[in-house]
C-alpha cells in the first residue's frame, strides 16, 4: 500500500522570455518611432511610476513586461485591471528599448482614437511650433488637469507619444484628445470655423490676458515656440492678442508655465463671461450697494434666473463680499 499524505502542489511558473524575436518584444520595438506608434496605435510606457499613473488614469494597456526577479510594486494594480504580464530577461528588454541603464518594467498602452468628426470640449490648446518635449508634457499635464482634454498639433512633426513627453505628462497625454492639423493657419481657421474664439499669447500684445473681453464661445489658446513664440500669421487671425503681465527684470516665462498661467486666467475669464447678463445687472447695482449697503431681492432673483442652487450660492457669496469691501472703503 502506497504512502499517504499531502498532495503534491504544482506551482504554475510563467516561461521567461529571453529572446528579441518573441512577438510581445517585436510590439514594443515597433514602438520605438512615431511612426510606429501610430501606426500601432499604442505607446511605450517605461517604468513603474509610469504605469501606475497610466492604469489610474484610466488608459487601456495591452500588455506589460517584467524583468526577472524585479520588485514588484504594480502587479496587483495591473492583475486589478486585467493587464496581461510577461517576465523577460532584463538584458532582453533593455536591448528591446535600446537602453543603456536597466529596465524593471514595460507597458503597452492603448492611444486614444480621436475622429474628425468627434467634437470638441469648450477650451482647446493649440501648439504652434512647440518642440521640448518637457514643455509639450508639461502643457498636456496642466491642461488635463484643468479639465481640457483637447490638445491641437500644428504640424505633421510634434509627437506627444513619445517617451520624454509621456514623463512628463506623467500619463496624461494617455486621457488628452489628440487633434492634428498641417499648419497653424489651418488649425486656427478650422478652430474659428467651429465656433471657437481664438486667443493667442504674445509678449509684445497691449492686452493683459487678465482683462481679455471674452464672449462666452469657446476658446482656442495659441501658445508659440520657446523662442520665436506664436507665428505672426497666427496672431493675425486670432480673436485676441495677449500677454501676461511681468515685473522686474524677468522678461518672459518657460512657456509650460506661461501656458498653466494662461489655461487658470483664461477658463476664469469664460466662467464670467458665462454670466452674461448676470454682470450688466450687478453693474447696474453697484451705485445701489454703496448707498444701502445691499441690493434688493427682486434685482437678486432675477440676475439669478436660471443658475444652479450653487451657483446662486457662490453669486449670493460674491455679493456679500462686495458689501464688505464697498464699506470699507466708505
Not at 463671461?273 to 447696474?284: H, I, N
Request: net charge negative; hydrophobic share 45%.
Amino acid at each position: 500500500m502506497g504512502a499517504t499524505g499531502a498532495a503534491d502542489t504544482v506551482v504554475s511558473v510563467p516561461a521567461v522570455i529571453t529572446s528579441l524575436k518573441d512577438d510581445h518584444l517585436q510590439q514594443v520595438r515597433a514602438l520605438a518611432s512615431r511612426t510606429g506608434r501610430a501606426e500601432a496605435g499604442g505607446c511605450l510606457l517605461e517604468g513603474a511610476a509610469l504605469i501606475t499613473q497610466a492604469v489610474e488614469a484610466g488608459a487601456t494597456l495591452r500588455f506589460a513586461l517584467a524583468a526577472e526577479g524585479a520588485s514588484d510594486p504594480v502587479a496587483s494594480l495591473l492583475a486589478g485591471a486585467r493587464v496581461p504580464v510577461m517576465v523577460a530577461k532584463e538584458s532582453v528588454l533593455r536591448q528591446a528599448v535600446r537602453l543603456n541603464r536597466s529596465v524593471s518594467w514595460l507597458a503597452v498602452a492603448e492611444l486614444a482614437a480621436t475622429d474628425d468628426d468627434q467634437p470638441y470640449g469648450d477650451f482647446a490648446v493649440v501648439l504652434d511650433n512647440v518642440l521640448d518635449p518637457g514643455n509639450l508634457g508639461t502643457i498636456v499635464r496642466t491642461a488635463v488637469g484643468l479639465g481640457v482634454a483637447d490638445i491641437v498639433c500644428t504640424d505633421p512633426e510634434t509627437d506627444l507619444t513619445s517617451r520624454r513627453v509621456l514623463d512628463a505628462s506623467r500619463a496624461a497625454v494617455l486621457r488628452a484628445r489628440l487633434r492634428r492639423y498641417e499648419t497653424p493657419v489651418e488649425a486656427v481657421r478650422d478652430l474659428r470655423e467651429r465656433g471657437f474664439e481664438v486667443v493667442a499669447t504674445s509678449g509684445r500684445a497691449r492686452t493683459l490676458q487678465g482683462s481679455v473681453p471674452l464672449s462666452g464661445r469657446p476658446v482656442a489658446l495659441v501658445v508659440g515656440n520657446e523662442t520665436d513664440g506664436v507665428a505672426d500669421e497666427v496672431l493675425d487671425l486670432a480673436d485676441h492678442v495677449v500677454r501676461i503681465p511681468m515685473s522686474g527684470e524677468v522678461e518672459s516665462l518657460n512657456v509650460g508655465v506661461a501656458t498653466g498661467i494662461s489655461l487658470y486666467e483664461l477658463r476664469a475669464r469664460m466662467a464670467l463671461a458665462s454670466l452674461g447678463v448676470t454682470v450688466a445687472e450687478l453693474t447696474a447695482t453697484v451705485s445701489d450697494l454703496r448707498d444701502s449697503g445691499y441690493v434688493g431681492e427682486d434685482a437678486v432673483e432675477r440676475a439669478l434666473t436660471g443658475f444652479t442652487a450653487a451657483e446662486r450660492a457662490q453669486f449670493q457669496g460674491f455679493l456679500r463680499r462686495m458689501r464688505e469691501n464697498l464699506r470699507r472703503d466708505e
